[in-house]
């Protein structure tokens, strides 16, 4: 039997260096957002003939006006500048052909400044929204629960597993935006809030195996004895729960890798969030918040 919970230094020295790591990320170079949030162009082409990003970012420039980005693929460009209407889109296909040859197109998106900003701000509400709703879901579910362990308590943890899945992939995308240019779009946000409800979701696991074995029968109340017991408790609950929680995280993870190696460019950074955010997920619900309820219960009765 694994004993996790007594080894529990250490995972909080482990996570508070991924933390540091990742805040320190988020600051230093903080989010490139990209154009759900601060409006502009996506287009997207597939390309039959050999082409030099200088001279396609040169000629974006000229036919839009101001700067433009040309980033190569395996078979084209993607490319990004001001927000345009429907008819230069159009003008802009024709003159492309025109100069470099046939192209496939093969995403165009264009949002205005007024919707990114209203997007940026929709998305920080529904992240601030999920956080209360789970603190408020948890203390009901766990309503009954008042020994050794307050309910509401079980929610707060399950807050802190839950943003620190979130905050890991936050930081690695800062750091490929600074050396990758890697933007920040609508699907990041949804890849946090699928990463969020997961790590809700595998943190409930063990604690509600927790708040099973906490019975009458099973757990000594009185005598002194609490501590030991119900550190006890926590370490059988993980161990219980604790092949459920890798074989879902595994398997989830090994349809992420396909989409990530063959999904296509599209959706490529959606399933890498995904991907870094499970772990953290399945790492968080085992190693942190469990640990830190005993941690809690210990301080509580010191």
């Known amino acids: 039997m694994l004993n996790i919970v007594s080894k529990r230094k250490i995972w909080y020295i482990l996570s508070s260096v991924l933390v540091i790591a990742s805040i320190l990320s988020i600051l230093a170079f903080g989010l490139k957002l990209g154009i759900d949030y601060i409006g502009g162009t996506l287009w997207q082409i597939k390309t039959e003939n050999k082409l030099i990003a ?3 970012r040169s000629f974006i420039a000229e036919e839009v006006g101001g700067e433009a980005v040309a980033q190569p693929t395996d078979e084209g460009f993607i490319m990004r500048f001001k927000t345009i209407d429907e008819d230069l889109h159009q003008k802009l296909v024709k003159d492309f ?18 919707i990114g900003a209203e997007l940026k701000q929709k998305s920080m509400l529904a992240m601030a929204l999920v956080v209360l709703v789970v603190i408020i879901y948890i203390a009901w579910a766990f309503r009954k629960v008042s020994k ?4 509401w308590k079980y929610g707060i943890l399950t807050v802190v597993s839950l943003l620190f899945a979130c905050l890991l992939p936050v930081g690695l995308f ?11 779009g609508s699907p990041f946000i949804a890849a946090i809030l699928t990463v969020a409800g997961y790590s809700i979701n595998d943190t409930i696991v063990v604690f ?9 029968a099973r757990f000594r109340l009185g005598g002194g004895k609490e501590k030991g017991d119900f550190e006890e408790v926590v370490n059988d609950s993980i161990n219980q729960t ?8 595994l398997t989830t993870l090994m349809v992420l890798a396909a989409v990530y190696f063959f999904g ?18 399945a790492y968080s619900s085992i190693f942190l918040a469990s640990p830190l309820l005993v941690s809690w219960y210990k301080h509580q009765y010191k």
């Open 148 to 151: 050794p362990i307050n309910s």
């Open 97 to 114: 052909e025109v100069k470099f040859g046939k192209i496939e197109e093969i995403r165009f998106e264009s949002i205005g400044p007024v």
């Open 174 to 184: 800062a750091l490929l935006g600074r050396f990758y240019g890697l933007e920040i």
């Open 242 to 249: 604790i092949a459920r929680s890798i074989n879902t995280s």
């Open 208 to 216: 509600d195996r927790v708040r099973e074995n906490v019975l009458p």
């Open 54 to 56: 200088t001279e396609v």
């Open 264 to 281: 296509g460019e599209t959706i490529k950074y959606f399933a890498l969030a995904l991907i870094v955010g499970v772990a953290a997920g």
